[in-house]
């Protein structure tokens, strides 16, 4: 076990939970997002109503006892509407992310430890696409193959994965630098191994933080790329589509609009929490942003 | 010479989520003017605290009580203002690490224009002229050509030697150095003494220093006040102090330094820790570690007399029980 | 030439590859789409003989690597090709447009370092109420998506008060007042959630700044606070700060795009979209180029600022 995480206290588990547990923002975010993530796991249980239900008599209802959230224009109850929706954005969100994740951290990796020709051949494609605002990525990519939200989530885990690439690179480089790997060096060990026991725990805390924080964003450009009509197709809905769909009946029937707002503004809230919870033990020098 | 500053009963504590941290604990000592006052004691002992307190810079978290006397004026209870104008002009003080004292992003000779038209109402020209006679008098070489300079381009004692500029430029009475030679070369430390020691003479300036370096106390000062845990245990002339120390913490912090004379592998050091000052050993500090503790230790011992000149805080002195118990005065069976 | 001078030109030359690079990349948008692109973007038309005059006309039967020269070169010549359907000069949509995108960013990022950067240095150099008020601000700005925010301002300015237009544009030029008017509620969504970055930053730089020893040293020489805090800290603690305008200000520039469409005005982004979905690839590519080469430039120019700021910089390569 590599000399920095016995001294964190053992097993990487055992730094996980106390880094969640650490601060009080961490405890939130933590608590916020396990409440968020059993409703969107048990959205068909919750929801008092079928989302896509035509209802003619129930239209533009203000919230009530019999709609929580209040009805759409089609008589469609929101609450219900906003579990399944939110649902799809998570999925997208957390889906996204965990890609970004596994594709960008052994590259950031690899390119940390080795450095030289290896470092640039993988950075210096990297930072081209952090050079273009990531938006207009996103946008470009699904004009090229075209809307959904899978293509959504790829889009979004495109433009993430360079992030965590860079975050993971520049602890790595910290990592790489201590006389631990030198003495494994010097002991003849493996490359894999040294990066698999010694680089990986120590070199991944900033990049956990930083992917906790991306998750709660990408719900917001899932948001933005649905509303936009780029993200999720009818009828799937998700909370960007709903945002579109509010737009229309604003004046009349505002909570249309309201509540898939809230729903993303404290998603966001609670991954920002967590991940700031995280940081402190995590990411002491902040290298995440 | 008259008393420059005289404090009295002087307490520093820290609010912490653990508690409150007593740092520096009743406290009395007076400066003479125009000395070279050495405060003594390994790190975390208050002295730095102390000074602090004096130049009013202690954090909001500070709350401190007693009295500092300085000059005619009271210090506590000064307000922020008050206690503003004082610093820099009256009172200054230099830091220990001279490559972080310094902004990055300004000039050097500004910096110590910056010190006097912080406190005179002077124009920009009179205080780059006085800045620049300044910057040489502590010894910067072409100094006309490196005011311009960021400090980067300055090495750690050319940096000092800005510092000391900047603390002087006022012509303050009293300067409060902490280690400022800590951070130094061996060779440029004494350059770096010489320096303080010449502008002592020349402009008559009070000078405490603070440090944990023995060597540093024996070429320059002229008294000692021993710190240990917050409290003051011992003041004494330096050549009392080095020939004749009556505490047994000043007792066992000399001969812990290394002589020719020593065993090879056998550092004499002293046993115990330092101890945790959100809950201090009631009475004398030293007393979990003191080769000679008794039942009386547990109440402070006052601060007191052995000889004109040299102060003790210990059971152990007939000065200290008397100050405690002026009625007890020993007078033993014989005269 | 002096340090400096070569430190700004050899960050230009660090820039062109990028930027050529880019221009690949975007190049190759249109013949990445899958299936014929020209019969995608005719659609219904797509009668063999249209296809291939459009395939002539855009001259899509030549090899690619010339097709690309031939596209470069008149993009240095400020020829981007044309609007496929309106057969209007790319270059004159994007005339058109830019100025908008860029007085929504320019507005935006103005309001929001006016407030932000005031507010941050407050909270970082006094505790107590500024700093409760600002951080319930910054979780606030970050947490709230800004087009959700914008269509609440819309329902409260435009629908309930109705003291504000909910969409539009009129230019500047023609008439500043209505300008102002129609760009105030989409100024006031972007510049919410920017500000909240700004201030959180400058609080953490100032913060950070305000705990160093030179601080320290300049209050201890008497320097009045107010001029440790402004003159000292904050031109310490801009580096970062500057950092992350620069990189908000490139992010708006590029994507804005759901605000515009939102508040229908006719800038870059909406251009770039409205052409996605209409399979409009010639102005995509244009548009796309546009935007990021200016992206590259300012994140450059954010660069050369930031090294100015920090004198050390000169003694090569610093940052």
């Not at chain 1, 957390?94 to 430890?113: K, N, Q």
């Not at chain 1, 060096?185 to 991944?204: K, Y």
């Not at chain 2, 307000?79 to 009172?91: H, K, V, Y």
């Amino acid at each position: 076990m590599s000399v920095a995480v016995v001294a964190a206290g053992g097993k990487p588990r055992a730094v996980w939970r106390r880094g969640i547990l650490a601060s009080r923002k961490g405890r939130w975010g933590f608590a916020i997002l396990t409440v968020l993530a059993l409703i969107a796991i048990f959205a068909p249980l919750l929801a008092p109503h079928d989302p896509n239900a035509i209802d003619a008599t129930q239209i533009l209802h203000a919230p009530s006892l019999a709609h929580r959230f209040g009805s759409d224009a089609l008589g469609r109850d929101v609450f219900s509407r906003v579990l399944f929706a939110y649902r799809v954005s998570l999925t997208v969100a957390v889906g996204s992310t965990l890609v970004a994740f596994l594709v960008g951290v052994p590259l950031g990796l690899y390119a940390g430890y080795h450095g030289g020709w290896v470092d640039t051949a993988i950075m210096r494609p990297i930072d081209m696409v952090l050079a273009l605002p990531a938006m207009l990525l996103a946008v470009a990519l699904i004009a090229i193959i075209g809307p959904g939200s899978n293509i959504a989530t790829l889009a979004i885990a495109v433009i993430y994965m360079p992030i965590l690439a860079r975050v993971v690179r520049s602890s790595t480089l910290v990592v790489v630098s201590q006389t631990y790997i030198e003495a494994a060096r010097a002991r003849g060990t493996r490359t894999r191994s040294i990066i698999a026991r010694h680089v990986l725990p120590n070199a991944i805390g900033p990049a956990i933080v930083q992917a906790t924080i991306l998750m709660g964003f990408a719900i917001q450009i899932e948001a933005a790329l649905s509303f936009l009509g780029l993200g999720v197709q009818p009828p799937t809905s998700s909370l960007g589509s709903m945002l579109a769909d509010g737009r229309d009946v604003l004046t009349q029937a505002p909570w249309v609009e309201v509540f898939p707002g809230l729903a993303i503004a404290i998603t966001v809230l609670a991954f920002n929490f967590l991940g700031d919870g995280l940081r402190a033990r995590l990411d002491p020098k902040g290298v995440s942003e | 010479m008259s008393d420059l500053l005289t404090l009295r009963h002087v307490d520093v504590g820290f609010a912490t989520d653990e508690g409150t941290v007593s740092a520096v604990s009743d406290v009395s000592l007076t400066v003479e003017e125009g000395e070279i006052f050495g405060l003594v004691g390994e790190s975390g002992c208050g002295k730095t605290t102390l000074a602090m307190a004096l130049m009013g810079l202690l954090p909001r978290t500070a709350s401190v009580a007693g009295s500092v006397r300085f000059g005619e004026r009271e210090l506590f209870g000064l307000e922020a203002e008050e206690f503003r104008q004082l610093r820099g002009d009256r009172i200054s003080m230099i830091f220990q690490d001279p490559m972080t004292s310094l902004d990055p992003t300004f000039p050097i000779g500004a910096q110590v224009a910056e010190t006097i038209t912080a406190h005179r109402d002077i124009s920009k020209q009179a205080a780059r002229a006085r800045a620049l006679a300044l910057l040489g008098d502590v010894g910067i070489p072409e100094a006309e050509r490196r005011y311009d300079d960021p400090p980067h381009r300055l090495s750690g004692g050319m940096r000092q030697r800005v510092v000391i500029a900047t603390a002087l430029a006022n012509e303050p009475s009293l300067v409060l150095a902490d280690e400022p030679t800590t951070a130094l070369d061996v060779t440029i430390q004494s350059q770096m003494l010489d320096l303080l020691r010449d502008l002592r003479g020349r402009l008559r300036t009070t000078i405490v220093l603070i440090t944990h370096d023995l060597g540093v106390v024996a070429q320059i000062c002229d008294r000692v006040g021993v710190m240990y845990a917050g409290q003051l245990v011992e003041v004494a002339p330096v050549a009392d102090i080095f020939r004749t120390p009556r505490h047994p913490y000043t007792q066992a912090l000399l001969a812990a330094l290394p002589s020719e004379h020593q065993e090879p592998g056998s550092l004499r050091v002293i046993s115990g820790r330092v101890p945790n000052l959100t809950s201090p050993p009631p009475g004398c500090r030293f007393s979990t570690r003191c080769p000679y503790v008794m039942d009386e230790c547990a109440t402070v011992p006052p601060l007191a007399h052995e000889t004109g000149e040299h102060l003790i805080a210990c059971w152990l002195s007939e000065a200290t029980k008397e100050a405690a118990h002026p009625d007890h005065a020993s007078t033993g069976g014989a005269a | 030439m002096s340090p400096r001078a070569r430190y700004v030109v050899r960050r230009l030359f660090q820039a062109i590859p990028v930027i050529i690079a880019m221009s690949i990349f975007v190049f190759l948008m249109i013949h990445l789409v899958p299936g014929d692109p020209v019969q995608t973007m005719l659609g219904f038309r797509a009668t063999p003989e249209n296809v291939a005059t459009v395939r002539a006309q855009l001259g899509l039967d030549h090899p690619l690597l010339s097709q690309y020269l031939t596209w470069v070169s008149g993009a240095l010549h400020g020829n981007f090709g044309q609007d496929f359907i309106s057969h209007v000069p790319v270059s004159t949509l994007l005339a058109q447009r830019l100025p908008v995108t860029i007085e929504l960013t320019l507005l935006s990022m103005t309001l929001a370092v006016l407030v932000g950067v005031p507010l941050g240095v407050r909270a970082a150099a006094k505790a107590g109420a500024v700093r409760q008020a600002t951080e319930g601000f910054v979780i606030a700005g970050i947490a709230i998506t800004d087009f959700w925010l914008g269509i609440m301002l819309v329902l409260l300015f435009a629908g309930i008060w109705q003291v504000l237009p909910p969409s539009g544009y009129v230019p500047f030029l023609q008439d500043p007042a209505q300008n102002l008017r129609y760009m105030a509620l989409p100024v006031l969504a972007l510049a919410f959630g920017e500000a909240a970055y700004i201030l959180r930053t400058t609080r953490g730089a100032m913060e950070e700044v305000l705990g160093t020893h030179y601080v320290l040293f300049l209050r201890a020489k008497g320097v009045r606070e107010r001029r440790v805090v402004y003159r000292h800290a904050l031109r310490n603690a801009a580096p970062p700060i500057v950092t992350v305008i620069g990189i908000q200000f490139g992010v708006l520039l590029g994507g804005a795009i759901v605000i515009e469409s939102l508040f229908a005005l006719p800038g870059v982004g909406r251009l770039i979209v409205t052409s996605i979905q209409q399979r409009n690839y010639v102005v995509v590519q244009g548009g796309v180029l546009v935007v990021a080469i200016l992206f590259i430039l300012v994140t450059l120019v954010t660069d050369l600022i930031v090294g100015w700021l920090d004198p050390r910089t000169e003694e090569g390569d610093a940052t």
